[in-house]
């Protein structure tokens, strides 16, 4: 009878104990590598953001510009405003007064004003004007200003209607609160066109901060997009812990 032919005893080659040390090794590393890495973008995603709200803060020099409050208020606000616009008139009427009672006057915050006089003429007109009161007769005139030309803006005021903010017009309103020897002085200062440096400063903010229309609000650099007072008082809240490094 014919043997079956007997088939090698061959055995499986044995796996080396090393290579399964060094692919555990290897998938250890890149599991770290990549934790590592994800770690990393989410460290730099929160520093871009703090870093590009920092160059939002400092993109606003407030030197040199009119403002309510007290010097050590911990929070400022800028609000960019148009004196022909009927809603900055609106906001002037309505909501600034209680910014002005519960967070002015209680040395929460700096108020600040700025222009974009996007409208017309007589938006760059009544700003320049503005800013020539600043520079002559100081803050406390600007701000009665300010107050007086939105008080006599216009209640059916049309946007492509020019010439009734008109350099007599400026003339007379500062006479409602100004010496004659001081509405000279500013008539003189906007008439050789002085307060246009002021002017364009005002308008690089508008530029880098991409302000898009009036009123504008910013709190400490960063533009507030809340809807009511509540969430304008959180948002100041807020910027004062954030200032104080009480996060």
């Known amino acids: 009878m014919a043997k079956s032919k007997k088939k090698p005893n061959k055995k499986p080659p044995k796996k080396s104990t090393m290579s399964s040390n060094q692919s555990s ?3 250890f590393w890149v599991i770290g590598i990549f934790s590592v ?3 990393g973008l989410i460290f730099l995603g929160n520093f871009s953001g703090k870093e590009k709200e920092q160059e939002q803060e400092a993109a606003i020099n407030y030197e040199n510009q009119p403002y ?3 010097e050590s208020a911990p929070v400022q606000i800028v609000e960019f405003g148009d004196y022909k616009c009927p809603v900055c008139k609106d906001f002037n009427e309505s909501f600034f007064p209680q910014i ?3 967070l002015i006057e209680t040395g929460k915050v700096k108020f600040y004003f700025m222009n974009d006089p996007f409208i017309n003429v007589d938006s760059e007109r009544s700003a320049l004007f503005a800013e020539a009161v600043y520079q002559e007769l100081g803050n406390d005139a600007f701000w009665k200003f300010h107050e007086r030309l939105y008080e006599k803006q216009p209640e059916d005021v049309k946007y492509e209607k020019v010439d ?3 350099p007599s017009f400026l003339e007379s309103t500062l006479k409602e609160i100004a010496s004659e020897g001081e509405v000279s002085k500013v ?9 246009k ?3 364009d400063q005002d308008l690089s903010y508008v530029e880098k901060l991409g302000v898009t229309g009036t009123p504008t609000l910013f709190i400490n650099g960063k533009q507030f997009e809340g809807r009511t007072f509540d969430d304008f008082k959180e948002m ?3 910027a004062a812990k954030e200032k104080s490094g009480d996060e």
């Open 100 to 102: 002005e009672k519960e």
């Open 236 to 238: 100041v809240k807020k």
């Open 187 to 195: 008539v003189k200062a906007f008439e050789e066109n002085n307060a």
């Open 37 to 39: 890495c994800v770690l």
């Open 68 to 70: 309510l409050g007290e």
């Open 197 to 199: 440096n002021a002017l």
């Open 25 to 27: 090794k290897w998938i």
């Open 164 to 166: 009734l903010y008109t």
